[in-house]
């Protein structure tokens, strides 16, 4: 089932076609009433009347969050504010907060976006949609609230806190359908398990809408098999919209991208050259019917690929795979990219070593070098030498094969390791020379 | 058998000297000490009075400290003492991880052997060798 089939399962000729045409439109509103785009634009030496093909488009230059910092509050608004009908912002824990707008055409297409993940979890008119996501300035709740509404679902807009009344409402009502971030579902999940109930068989709940921040497979599947639920990824900025930009069918293999709202392009985060379908690298939208803040070639810091090849749900647009990480944290060694989650991955599946790490990164010689230092669990037999180097061995040969980077493991004592409460540092990058 | 101190080091300076500070601090002597090596890490092997609140003293402080069992043989103090004892482990078919010996008195040396077997024990009372007890060696 699809909520808009006629566009969801599009003529792929018909869908670029359309694409097209709307960046056509996008970047004329973008030029027209945007000082920044006319003047970048004008630096790259182009105009909108340039934009003649999907090619075309890698003449024009890049937006960055810094670009929409820069322009706090309003001068990146393409509408004057009788047309704006909301504003959204960013926390601005990492530097001053991003305001967006967005007209009333803006937030029908978003809820319209959001409503064809509701579908995908086989949600409807007569499903019940518990958002527990926070409302307010974040763009989750009422993203996900304007999906619900589109669908013609009962909205519980319980947004998020007070975890044993989300538990009490979504079986006392009869929840559907979840939406919140994964680290609060599993919350939910949890509570409801403390609080007596077994949510996978007692619970009605079918379908969880789940995104916003990073969440490892594990932890999906934990949050799918303790609600008993169909897990679909949302991904979403507010930069961009929020919630919906892509969202994941019952395949369970890559996120849809709203191609008739976005237009989707990958580019090598050092060349800043895109690169072909399938290839890791940064993700970079140009959205095409976005009114009030239009964006032309948005770098979203977000690592990801296309997934072209069609997929069984029968849906046209294509897809990008669940995000590896951010261009921020990303490591060049050698002139490979590498990310740390990339080396966490690793060490979790070796329980002999503990999840503290440090990787420490160094260019003496010709080379770049990187050491990553580990402590072995309390339990492994640190009194045999053979058994802590085939340790040593076995990680680096496993991290040799999933980075294509050698590194060499130290293994070290507990206190060597800073302990954190929040984010630990776990990169230090001593390099000289170009690097960032 | 009898239990063995074992403190994980990482090859950097101070580490084996924060190491025995910490147990000194402890008021805990130790009997013997022995220390492998390898290019970037160490492990020392100990024999202490009250091995349990060593680690736990060691682990609390940061190091990486762990209790091992392994098999301490009393064998005359002569030529052939720790051959003898060798050539039957090797007609057993065991194999020895690692080992080390010190001497007790004039009379008597302490062979310590880590066996990867779980009746080595057995095996070597069979063949006529004296195992040490923990008490006994506590109390050298």
Redo the contacts between chains.
């Keep these: 089932m699809y909520f808009q089939p006629e566009i969801e399962t599009m003529d792929r000729e018909k869908l670029r076609d359309l694409q097209l045409t709307r960046m056509q439109e996008s970047a004329k509103n973008a030029f027209d009433n945007i000082e920044f785009y006319r003047k970048s634009f004008g630096e790259a030496g182009v105009t909108p009347d340039d934009l003649k093909s999907f090619d075309d488009l890698t003449k024009f230059p890049f937006v960055t969050k810094q670009d929409m910092r820069d322009a706090y509050p309003f001068a990146m608004f393409a509408r004057p504010m009788v047309d704006v009908a909301r504003i959204h912002a960013s926390s601005g824990t990492t530097g001053q907060a991003t305001v967006v707008g967005h007209t009333a055409n803006d937030l029908k297409h978003w809820g319209e976006c959001f409503a064809r993940g509701i579908y995908m979890v086989n949600g409807g008119p007569q499903s019940t949609l518990q958002v527990s996501y926070g409302y307010g300035l974040f763009t989750g709740g009422l993203g996900a609230h304007a999906g619900g509404e589109a669908v013609g679902c009962a909205v519980i807009p319980t947004s998020s806190g007070n975890t044993k009344r989300q538990v009490q409402m979504m079986r006392d009502c009869k929840t559907d359908i979840l939406a919140c971030t994964p680290s609060y579902a599993l919350l939910i999940a949890d509570t409801a398990i403390e609080m007596g109930y077994k949510p996978w068989e007692e619970f009605p709940i079918s379908g969880g809408i789940f995104g916003a921040e990073p969440a490892s497979d594990n932890m999906r599947e934990e949050i799918a098999s303790k609600l008993g639920i169909q897990y679909c990824d949302v991904y979403g900025l507010s930069e961009i919209m929020g919630p919906g930009v892509a969202m994941e069918c019952a395949e369970r293999h890559g996120l849809h991208i709203a191609e008739d709202h976005f237009y989707c392009e990958i580019i090598d985060p050092e060349t800043l050259k895109p690169v072909p379908d399938g290839e890791w690298g940064e993700l970079v939208i140009t959205t095409l019917t976005r009114e009030c803040c239009p964006l032309i070639r948005y770098r979203t810091r977000d690592v990801t690929r296309i997934i072209s090849e069609p997929c069984a749900c029968g849906r046209t647009h294509r897809k990008i795979d669940k995000l590896r990480g951010r261009t921020d944290d990303m490591l060049i060694i050698r002139g490979v990219n590498v990310f740390p989650s990339q080396i966490e991955q690793v060490i979790t599946t070796f329980p002999e070593v503990a999840t503290h790490y440090l990787i420490t990164l160094t260019n003496k010689g010709p080379l770049d070098h990187v050491l990553l230092q580990v402590e072995t669990e309390p339990g492994f037999p640190i009194d045999e030498i053979r058994k802590l180097e085939d340790l040593k061995a076995r990680l680096g040969a496993e991290l040799k094969s999933n980075l294509q980077v050698s590194v060499e493991i130290q293994l070290v004592e507990p206190k060597t390791l800073e302990r954190s409460m929040g984010k630990a540092k776990r990169v230090i990058d001593l390099r000289e020379g170009t690097h960032a | 058998m009898i239990t ?1 101190l ?5 090859n950097s300076k101070g ?1 084996l000297s924060d190491a025995c500070r910490v147990i000194a601090d402890g008021n805990i002597n130790m009997k013997a000490l022995f220390l ?1 090596d ?1 290019t ?2 160490g ?1 020392a ?1 100990i024999f202490c009075d009250t091995p349990e609140k060593a680690a736990g003293l060691l ?1 609390e ?4 400290a ?1 209790l ?1 069992s392994v098999i301490a043989v009393s064998v005359p103090n002569e030529p052939g003492g720790l051959s003898k004892l060798l050539q039957y482990c090797d007609s057993c078919d065991m194999n020895i ?2 080992g080390y010996c010190f001497i007790v008195d004039g009379d008597r040396a302490i062979d310590v052997l ?1 066996i990867d077997s779980d009746d080595a024990e057995e095996k070597l009372i069979e063949g006529g060798f004296t195992i040490v007890k923990p008490e006994e060696v506590y109390a050298i």
């Design positions: 063995q074992t403190v994980f080091l990482e580490r492998s390898t970037d890490f492990v092997r682990n402080a940061g190091h990486r762990a091992t991880e690692y880590k």
